[in-house]
Nanobody
């Protein structure tokens, strides 16, 4: 069992930056992948990106590629989503998720955090 807790969301102006953190419980964090998703009001959940067990493989959606960076620190059981050049359309609740497989669909992940709100003002 893995429990995930996100933090770092907030209100930022367009062009600004935020860094989200996702802390995982358990001692086997380095055996789990981590994905990031977001859901805006009235829209379906959207894949943002994902990182493999030791960070050797990272993928991003086209909508965030070049602006967002995913990383992880297995010694701290923590994953990160660095978001730069934020746009109003990035406004959403952001979720981290984890499982033993790397994928870009919600059903690829078994464990989910509670979400953190990111609001980008224009």
């Amino acid at each position: 069992q893995v429990q995930l807790v996100e933090s770092g969301g907030g209100l930022v102006q367009a062009g600004g930056s935020l860094r989200l953190s996702c802390v995982a419980s358990g001692r086997t964090f380095n055996r789990y992948t981590m994905g990031w998703f977001r859901q805006a009001p009235g829209k379906e959940r959207e894949f943002v990106g994902a990182i493999s067990y030791i960070g050797s493989s990272i993928s991003y959606s086209d909508s965030v590629k070049g602006r967002f960076t995913i990383s992880r620190d297995n010694a701290k059981n923590t994953g990160y989503l660095q978001m730069n050049s934020l746009k109003p359309e990035d406004t959403a609740v952001y979720y981290c998720a984890s499982n033993r497989v790397l994928g870009d669909e919600g059903y690829d992940y078994e464990y989910w955090g509670q979400g953190t709100q990111v609001t980008v003002s224009s």
